[in-house]
């Protein structure tokens, strides 16, 4: 992912509040801004989306948003405004998580949550490019069974929590790294 890239990803997912960036409650915002807040052209902000490797960045004409990943403080998005812009969907397969092996006994307590985000990201297979992440050590299958799962624009899979009794099996990474 280049430079610009990250700054955008990082702007529309955690600093427009702090930024004074406006932004709709689903995630939109003015790309004229967005050039303002960063000092940037907006040349280097369509290359910027075109090569961002995990395809995070959404353009609609003059507007921009995050597909997701968005902290919870300091952002004006909101939970409900987020899944109500991406698809409903209903796996009939395990969904997988990547995480440490140091996070585990967190995990079986409490289940997987999303701590300063909005979502807990999930993938729906083992190899998927789609929400690969680094420093994975194990993978966890998860059971979708009466989770309410949504489906981002760039293809991450996401919810408000998985339960400890949903999560059934457990994996060491071999390289995949989803999550």
């Not at 406006?22 to 003015?30: E, L």
Request: aromatic share 4%; glycine share 10%.
């Amino acid at each position: 992912m280049s430079r610009e890239s990250r700054r955008i990803s990082r702007l529309l997912r955690h600093t427009a509040g702090e930024r004074g960036l406006t932004m709709s409650a689903d995630g939109w915002a003015s790309i004229g801004e967005v050039l303002k807040v960063l000092a940037m052209d907006r040349p280097a902000l369509d290359a910027a989306v075109e090569q961002n490797d995990k395809q995070r960045l959404q353009v609609d004409g003059e507007r921009i948003r995050a597909c997701q990943g968005h902290s919870l403080d300091g952002m004006p998005v909101t939970r409900e405004a987020l899944e109500n812009s991406w698809e409903r969907v209903h796996p009939d397969h395990l969904l997988w998580h990547g995480t440490t092996y140091q996070a585990m006994d967190g995990i079986k307590a409490h289940g997987l949550l999303p701590g300063r985000r909005t979502h807990v990201h999930l993938a729906p297979s083992k190899n998927s490019h789609v929400g690969r992440r680094s420093a994975v050590e194990v993978l966890l299958g998860v059971d979708p069974g009466d989770l309410a799962v949504y489906r981002a624009p760039n293809g991450v899979l996401l919810t408000r929590f998985v339960p400890p009794d949903a999560i059934v099996e457990a994996d060491p990474d071999r390289g995949g790294g989803v999550g």
